[in-house]
């Protein structure tokens, strides 16, 4: 068996998943922000120090997007420092370094799916935050791979899926945005990739990765409750009307179009996304038996 893995955030739905999907030949650490505070540079030496961990996949951050424009400081500290101190400790013991980021980092302005070369502008303060982490992890020198998804849910923790159940399930009618699209991603196949990445050992700089296809938050909210109706997690169908973004203010804008170019993934680990849908249907079967929303 190779040397350990360490997991930052290991409490969250893609630390959670990583170890639901470790693979037989890689022993994994899993730290939660008890064990390991990433934003504790004296808590980030001693637990690598302790680890002897040859790779730390970084899933800790703080993602409340609309509460980070009221507090700046906890997301800068979260997305920005962590990553930062993460990295540095990281690069100074020649321990490879996973960091995820998001596809907040874009405009949504391109048009076409974002290559991890393009162009970041972040509209709100979590985007800034995200590509000031990103930037830090690759100034610290080393070998840092930064890994971006979006959209990300499971059956753990808060995410779109499990609130739109709940909704459905108390509510006749909801609205639900339409002119936002980007890429659902289950966790788990983030965490697969994650290992994908991590038995490389050429990976290095920034990469893609969501489920395969595009849709709306509207077009993701119906097929949540199609599949959920099948599946017996709803008892009816409540009506999802489609509504602007202008019908729908946030503290914090979001990209019309975040969709993802997951082709360096795919060259480089010949690992292929499901769509999105079939993912979704997985990850509702997986929580059917506790049902727990």
């Not at 962590?82 to 490879?96: E, T």
């Not at 972040?122 to 791979?145: C, F, H, I, N, W």
């Not at 849910?153 to 009618?173: C, I, P, W």
């Not at 409540?238 to 946030?250: L, N, R, W």
Request: proline share 6%.
């Amino acid at each position: 068996m190779t040397a350990p893995v360490l997991v930052c955030g290991a409490g969250g739905q893609l630390g959670r998943e990583l170890l639901a999907t470790q693979p037989s030949h890689r022993a994994c650490l899993p730290m939660d922000r008890a064990a390991l505070d990433i934003t504790d540079p004296d808590s980030i030496a001693s637990a690598l120090d302790e680890a002897g961990a040859q790779w730390v996949v970084n899933a800790a951050a703080y993602t409340a997007v609309d509460a980070a424009e009221s507090n700046p400081e906890a997301a800068r500290q979260g997305n920005t420092l962590g990553p930062k101190y993460l990295a540095q400790a990281c690069a100074a013991r020649g321990i490879r370094l996973l960091h995820v980021s998001t596809d907040f980092v874009f405009d949504g302005s391109l048009g076409q799916p974002y290559g991890p070369d393009d162009e970041p502008n972040p509209l709100g303060v979590y985007g800034r935050s995200k590509l000031d982490g990103e930037l830090a992890v690759m100034a610290a020198g080393g070998t840092p791979l930064v890994l971006r998804t979006g959209w990300v849910y499971s059956r753990h923790g808060g995410n779109f899926v499990k609130t739109m159940l709940r909704l459905m399930a108390e509510r006749d009618q909801l609205a639900v945005v339409e002119d936002q699209v980007g890429t659902p991603t289950w966790a788990r196949g983030l965490a697969e990739t994650c290992w994908a990445l991590v038995d490389h050992d050429e990976a290095a700089g920034t990469f893609h990765w969501s489920d395969a296809g595009a849709c709306s938050w509207y077009d993701f909210a119906v097929a949540i409750r199609e599949l959920a109706l099948e599946l017996g997690l709803l008892p009816r169908a409540a009506e999802v009307i489609p509504i602007g973004t202008s019908d729908y203010p946030t503290p914090a804008r979001r990209p019309a179009y975040s969709v993802l170019d997951k082709s360096r993934v795919r060259q480089l680990t010949g690992r292929v996304g499901r769509h999105w849908r079939l993912q979704l249907a997985a990850m509702l079967a997986d929580l059917k038996p506790g049902a727990q929303v």
